[in-house]
């Protein structure tokens, strides 16, 4: 898992800079001006139940408050759905999109299940994501994703006669691709950033299937994944191109973990980057 090949570095990060520190300056953080908690003018939002075959999991969808607009999955990082995802998931939603911002654990418990990003690093932190992480796996992912799909397409705020994007972070980057296969006649884009485990030998790898999908994607990858495995992007380029999926494959200049605002390393003018060209994606669901 792409967090777990970064952790080292992430510590190495953490002694210099502190987890107090971080933690007070992460409650502090945001785009454009915006704090964590701020809800942009004329969106609305609510935490939802959503009805799976392995259970019932809790989500946080935020749309305008006004009208009907293309649906986006977003797929938290390992730390799971917290406020920084909420908040990226209301930067979405403030660009015309009804956003499902989902609880990759619910099997384990509700949303938050770690009282910070930070605290997946500790140990007790990684005794509690441990057991959670072993639920998921492509088959739950896959259901999950079925699951998201029928659901938003019977909210009101959603836009069916256009399709459904997806996006994920590290943990939730694979799961992007896994949803575009899941319900290919209806997701139509997949940004992953610095996602970890696109690329493999194994059947069910991402990698390999971008032939069953219809998606359009975005592989935004982290310098310091790239590093650790420089010859992924040009796997994904030659998958791409083979399953005749357009794909934009490129090296940002931050690190793993960069565009989420409560991650250590969050790269502002990178992830804003970043998420300039998942919008220009998304434009055309």
């Not at 590290?170 to 690329?199: E, I, Q, W």
């Not at 359009?216 to 590093?227: G, P, V």
Request: charged share 20%; hydrophobic share 45%; proline share 6%.
């Amino acid at each position: 898992m792409c967090d777990e090949f970064t952790l080292a570095d992430d510590t190495a990060t953490l002694s210099r800079r502190q987890f107090g520190a971080i933690g007070a300056a992460a409650a502090a953080l945001g785009m454009a001006g915006e704090t964590l908690a701020a809800t942009p003018a004329g969106l609305s939002e609510a935490t939802v139940s959503i009805t799976t075959p392995d259970g019932t999991c809790d989500a946080f969808f935020v749309h305008p408050a006004k009208g009907k607009h293309p649906a986006v999955i977003l797929w938290p990082d390992i730390g799971g759905l917290r406020e920084s995802h909420k908040v990226q998931a209301r930067w979405i939603a403030a660009k015309g999109y009804a956003v499902l911002a989902v609880n990759q654990y619910y099997r384990g418990g509700k949303a938050p299940v770690l009282p910070s990003f930070a605290a997946w690093r500790t140990p007790e932190g990684q005794a509690t994501l441990k057991p959670m992480i072993a639920q998921i796996n492509p088959g739950a992912t896959t259901r999950d994703a079925k699951a998201f799909v029928a659901w938003l397409d019977k909210q009101a705020p959603v836009n069916t006669k256009r399709g459904i994007g997806t996006c994920g972070f590290c943990m939730g980057g694979p799961m992007t691709v896994r949803t575009a296969a899941a319900v290919p006649a209806r997701v139509r884009a997949a940004a992953s950033f610095h996602g970890g485990g696109l690329v493999g030998d194994a059947a069910d790898a991402p990698i390999k299937l971008l032939p069953a999908t219809k998606a359009s994607y975005l592989f935004a990858i982290a310098k310091n994944d790239d590093a650790r495995a420089p010859g992924d992007k040009d796997a994904l380029k030659a998958a791409a191109a083979a399953a005749g999926r357009k794909a934009e494959i490129e090296v940002y200049g931050g690190d793993h973990g960069w565009t989420v605002p409560d991650a250590p390393i969050y790269n502002k003018a990178e992830g804003d980057r970043a998420f300039a060209r998942m919008y220009a994606l998304f434009a055309g669901l």
